[in-house]
């Protein structure tokens, strides 16, 4: 088995509570030495969140953020209150944000102001299945990426990581081949290295999209992939407790 890191992103969006949050987290701390681990919480636990995993490796970071600096944006939660909160990275761009009406531009907005942060990015993009059924998909994945090349230079790419998540593996328990997986991750790869010839570090790009169980193990062994942004699986601790075990 190879013994390249995997970094395990889980993303709880609108899930947990204070309780079940201490219960979940204290379980994690017997397992964090095994994989890089990170989790997307709901911003209102963010902060408690970073305090009970401080003093371990386990990053702690937020599901969105706004487009905007500061003002009067009813609702929202700007990049540098992110930052504020201690957390570690933002995820941009969720194929749920964009469904309820995050394009491309407003995207752009966001990653410009973390990048204003010391608050890392991970841009999710992903194709539908329509897209993916008629080639397309290709064209519409290096568009989502051109928000990051627009926003970042070669020397700021380790603050950046993509997550790869087709809209149609989303919470449907239907995942691509793992041919398919590594064809894919392997062209965002290509895509990366064609706008930034040398960087000093290429970014993570992890897979997501129905992972769970009994495919993490196939996902690290069988694709390029560096991680997976994990869902629905990530609720349940002893479900994650054995995702972690199986590919360790
Ligand atoms: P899923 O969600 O693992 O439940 O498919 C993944 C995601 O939305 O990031």
């Not at 992103?9 to 397992?31: P, V």
């Not at 706004?66 to 933002?90: H, L, N, R």
């Amino acid at each position: 088995m190879s013994q390249k890191p995997f970094f395990v992103l889980a993303n709880f969006k609108m899930n947990m509570d204070t309780a079940s949050l201490k219960k979940y987290f204290s379980n994690i701390k017997k397992i964090a030495k095994y994989t890089p681990l990170g989790f997307a919480i709901p911003y209102v636990y963010l902060a408690n969140s970073k305090k009970i995993m401080r003093h371990t490796a386990v990053k702690i970071g937020a599901q969105d953020c706004s487009a905007f600096d500061k003002g009067a944006y009813t609702g929202q939660i700007s990049a540098a209150m992110i930052e504020d909160v201690g957390c570690d990275f933002c995820i941009v761009g969720h194929s749920e944000c964009r469904k309820r009406g995050d394009s491309n531009a407003d995207i752009q907005h966001k990653l410009e102001k973390l990048k204003n942060t010391n608050v890392s990015v991970v841009l999710c993009i992903g194709e539908s299945l329509e897209q993916r059924k008629n080639h397309t998909f290709d064209a519409f994945l290096l568009e989502q990426l051109q928000t990051v090349f627009s926003t970042f230079d070669a020397n700021e790419l380790e603050r950046v990581m993509i997550a790869y998540e087709p809209i149609w593996a989303i919470g449907t328990g239907i995942t691509p081949s793992m041919e398919d997986i590594q064809a894919t991750i392997l062209m965002i790869k290509r895509m990366i290295a064609d706008h930034y010839p040398s960087p000093m570090m290429m970014p993570k790009v992890l897979y997501g999209g129905s992972v769970n169980q009994n495919n993490i193990l196939d996902i690290k062994e069988n694709t390029n992939a560096d991680g997976v942004l994990v869902g629905g699986a990530s609720l349940d601790i002893e479900e994650f407790q054995r995702m972690i075990k199986n590919i360790c």
